[in-house]
């Protein structure tokens, strides 16, 4: 084990890492983004229930968070007009570590007005395939370049959520209810959380798949999921489905839409989030409660939500699609690793 003062990546990696991040600005500039900056600390945070931010105290002791990513930030700057923007940041989420996760990470973040999710699932292609192309450009000696991923030439595959289901799983699952989703995971023999409740849809749907689907996931190729359960939508729009899939039965209730919002898998891993962002406020203000509801249960401490955010939106946040991706992740998949603790310098336990 090497000392814990030295980085967990190698010097050679990291240099490659800094190549690739210029590499990645002068691809946003060329395709008409301008760089921003937002604040990584502020007094309002976004609440998904699914994380949970650091909290700080300023003298008189109100609370600041570490923000989980730049979205209210870039928002704020679309509804004052911005167009086409990104930026390349720190983000930070309590409660993540692993191979794929630490508490810190790199995120970058881009948003384009007068696009949908559809539109950014080809620029995302385009991305990816530049960088991945850009790696090979650049590997230095004492990389190992035969486990550097080299991309086919044929348009990355896009399967819907449900269709993926149906190819990995056999068989689709937006219109099975709590008790049916429970049902499959024990005919798969999933061992299912003790917390896992079972009237919890979003839960059992998450671990199906977790355990059938996305470890299918871009084996040959990186691979599109999209139009996922409406419940699942965070800031994504909802599409309303008017008719019901062949092999399904009608779909009525919670499950008769879903979110205008895509992720990309690289051999299991999940690389991008991408929405068609709400653009209504007061269905914005309607999750927003939501997810403070769901947050309280999950026992992370109360926030006051984005309310400079709300404004935002409510003054006129125009028609646009935003991706949120992994920096780490990516890299640590274009360079064939298997831990992000190999393409960053100093991990949480070295932190």
Known sequence: MSP??????????????SRLVASLREFFQ???????ETPILSREVIVDANLDPFVTRDVTGKPYYLQTSPEAGMKRLLSAGADAI???????????SGSFHNPEFTMVEWYQVGDDHHDQMDFVEQLVRTF??????????????QKSRELCSEPFERLSYDEAFERFAGTRVL???SPELCKLASEREINSPASLQREDRDGWLNLLLAELVEPHLGRKSPQFV???PASQAALARVRKLSL??????????????????????DRG????????ELTDADEFLQRSLAEQEKSALEGHEASPGAPLLEEAIREGLPNCAGVALGLDRLIMMALGKTEIRDVIAFPGDRA
């Open 244 to 265: 019901a899939g062949e092999k399904s039965k009608p779909i009525t209730g919670e499950a008769a839409g879903v979110a205008e919002r895509f992720e990309l898998y």
């Open 175 to 177: 219109h099975l209810s």
């Open 4 to 17: 814990r003062f030295l980085p967990t990546a190698s010097l050679e990696t990291l240099k490659l890492r």
């Open 269 to 276: 891993v999940e690389l991008c989030n991408g929405y068609h």
């Open 86 to 96: 990104f930026q390349i940041t720190r983000a930070m989420r309590r409660g993540e």
């Open 30 to 36: 060329a395709n008409g983004y301008w760089e921003c």
């Open 226 to 228: 999209f139009d996922y």
């Open 132 to 145: 991945y192309s850009e790696v090979r450009k650049q590997s230095l000696r004492g990389l190992n370049a």
